[in-house]
Nanobody, 119 residues
Framework: QVQLVESGGGLVQPGGSLRLSCVAS????????MGWYRQAPGKRRDVVAV???????NYTDSVKGRFTISRDNAKNTVYLQMNSLKPEDTAVYYC?????????????WGQGTQVTIAS
């Protein structure tokens, strides 16, 4: 079992920056693909960025060049550095841990952290 706790959300003006953190409990953090997803009011939850156990990162087009996902396996933590924030980045941001091992998939979500971009 893995528990995920996000932090770092808040209210920021357009053009500002935030860094989200997600700390995972449990063992074998390094074997999970970690991801950040977001859900705006009335919309579905969509992927923002994903980083594999090997450190390869991928981003949705709308955040490329502005957001950076990283992980520190020694601290069981994944980060999302968000720069040049826009009002359309406003959403609840969720951390996700995903792994398939021996055909058994384990997938976990955090409780979410609110990010609001407004003047």
């Amino acid at each position: 079992q893995v528990q995920l706790v996000e932090s770092g959300g808040g209210l920021v003006q357009p053009g500002g920056s935030l860094r989200l953190s997600c700390v995972a409990s449990g063992k074998s953090f390094s074997t999970y693909t970690m991801g950040w997803y977001r859900q705006a009011p009335g919309k579905r939850r969509d992927v923002v960025a994903v980083i594999t156990s090997g450190g390869s990162a991928n981003y949705t087009d709308s955040v490329k060049g502005r957001f950076t996902i990283s992980r520190d396996n020694a601290k069981n933590t994944v980060y999302l550095q968000m720069n040049s924030l826009k009002p359309e980045d406003t959403a609840v941001y969720y951390c996700n841990a995903d792994r398939t091992l021996w055909r058994v998939r384990n997938n976990y979500w955090g409780q979410g952290t609110q990010v609001t971009i407004a003047s």
